[in-house]
């Protein structure tokens, strides 16, 4: 547990120095997915007039946000009645979330080691020994940027890099400084087994392909840094995971009934962007920041939220739509089509596509 909360904690340095700068087994009526799965509903959405605004959420946002859900708790529904003792921990979870904004197991604090090095990466003065020499005090953080210098995207030569100097020639301050959100996070989407096991994976990689998708967006869209952008994408998931969390921590308190998928889900759906911002509160992450997460709570259209809001929107949208085109239930064609009538352009959708497509091969 120490471990994680450090994990999650060490995000919260990336964004300090950069900025200111969503059971044992299956329960009764929940049986696995079936084929039938792959076979998503059609998106169908009305032509958007020109000086109509896009709404934040649509029939098939909504139910793109629906199978997502059905992938994660491996659930072919979930809207049961939600009654009695489960009826009480789903209001005792919200109950949680506003009382935990203080606690370490759900709010971590700042860490040492990614302030220094973020402070490095930004200090043109800075030599790559003391860069080096900073990744060398995490070991899991060495290895993923010898892992990110291996990949397709970096390395064009046959033989493999091993030296942690090259990687770092290799990556760049850019590469280093989107790869650190990442490469902290990933521990932290690491559940035990038990129940639910596919939903920390599947959060896992929506995050990446939010956190590709958002950068990209950000870059494209224009006055919205593409780091910050990148770190905010990340928030979402990184909230589920924390309401995950808090529902099971809810339950253990009542072991004498059986987590329910479509409680962990209800609170989630209501819950999360409210958390997102309670993280980024509790991280002192800057006011555009804050706001961008506001209008995500506020279901803002996206058509009138800031450079970083759309990158926020767009991102999870996307990110959320590559995942299930991975598996075949959407789409590439539809896919973007969402992200188009949602109100993205043409030529940022292929780009923002391509990266959210692309960040779960490395």
């Given at each position: ?5 450090l994990l999650?904690a ?52 909504v ?14 529904r ?8 489960h ?40 030599t790559?020994?003391e ?11 060495a ?5 990110r ?20 020639v ?14 902290i ?30 950068e990209?967006c ?13 770190l905010?994408?990340l ?21 004498e ?25 509790t991280?002192q ?13 506020e ?11 759309r990158?926020?929107?767009f ?5 959320a ?21 949602q ?15 692309a960040?779960?091969?490395?």
């Open positions: 547990m120490t471990l994680t909360i999650i060490a995000l919260a340095g990336v964004a300090v120095f950069v900025l200111g700068m969503r059971v044992s087994g299956k329960t009764s009526g929940q049986s696995s997915v079936a084929a039938s799965r792959n076979q998503a509903p059609p998106i169908v959405a009305p032509p958007i007039l020109r000086d109509e605004a896009p709404t934040f959420e649509t029939d098939a946002t139910a793109l946000d629906d199978e997502g859900f059905k992938l994660a708790f491996d659930v072919q979930f809207d049961y009645e939600i009654s009695g003792p009826a009480a921990v789903l209001a005792k979870i919200g109950q949680n979330v506003a009382e935990s904004v203080h606690q370490r197991e759900y709010f971590p604090r700042r860490p040492m080691l990614l302030p220094r090095l973020m402070r490095v990466l930004n200090d043109d003065d800075s790559r020994k860069i080096v020499q900073l990744i060398l005090e995490d070991p899991a953080l290895g993923s940027v010898l892992q210098a291996n990949s397709a995207a970096y390395r064009f030569s046959p033989v493999p890099i091993d030296s942690l100097d090259r990687a770092v290799l990556l760049g301050v850019e590469g280093l400084r989107g790869l650190m959100a990442t490469a996070l990933q521990p932290v989407f690491r559940q035990p087994k038990g129940y639910f096991d596919n939903f920390a994976p599947i959060t896992w990689e929506h995050a990446r392909r939010t956190a590709a998708a958002a990209v950000a870059r494209a869209l224009g006055n919205a840094d593409p780091f910050v952008a990148q905010l994408g928030l979402g998931p990184l909230a589920r995971i924390v309401l995950f969390r808090l529902t099971m921590d809810t339950y253990r308190e009542r072991p009934i059986q987590p329910r998928a479509e409680v962990f889900i209800r609170a989630i759906q209501t819950q999360s962007a409210n958390v997102a911002g309670l993280i980024a509160s991280w992450l800057s006011d555009p920041s804050i706001r961008a997460l506001q209008e995500q709570t279901r803002l259209s996206p058509a009138i939220m800031t450079p970083l809001g990158s926020v929107y991102s999870d949208l996307c990110g739509l590559a995942l299930l085109a991975h598996r075949g239930i959407y789409s590439a064609e539809d896919s973007q089509a969402m992200l188009m009538q109100g993205l352009g043409k030529e940022t959708t292929a780009l923002v596509w391509r990266a959210a497509m960040a779960n091969e490395e």
